[in-house]
């Protein structure tokens, strides 16, 4: 099961909003509001039997943690962005 709520969380508690309905709108573009509300319920809550690998990318970009974290591996933090110029700092926090 796919760790998306603890990675909107923390993305969240990080000054990043990101809404369930904006990585199922990636995750699902053919799809409906209403079909991407249950894939994303599904996926959320472990009931999606299979989890396609192209969908780990677009998760870790938009909510910033690694694929490590997301697939359970892991307690890291997510990878911070820097916010002086832009561009991502890929150290971890580790404390």
């Given amino acids: 099961m796919l760790r998306i709520n603890e990675a909107i969380a923390r993305a969240n508690s990080e ?3 990101v ?3 904006e990585i199922s ?6 799809s409906t ?4 509300q249950v894939n994303m319920t599904a996926l ?10 192209d969908w780990i990318p677009i998760v870790c970009e938009m909510t910033g943690c690694s694929a490590e974290f997301l697939l359970g591996m892991t307690n890291e933090q997510p990878i911070k962005s820097d916010t002086k110029n832009g561009k ?6 580790d404390g």
């Fill in 15 to 17: 000054g990043k909003k």
């Fill in 19 to 21: 809404k369930k309905k």
């Fill in 25 to 30: 709108a990636r995750l699902w573009p053919d």
């Fill in 33 to 36: 509001d209403a079909g991407r």
């Fill in 44 to 53: 959320c809550t472990g009931v999606t039997k299979y989890i396609n690998p």
């Fill in 88 to 93: 991502r700092d890929c150290s971890r926090n």
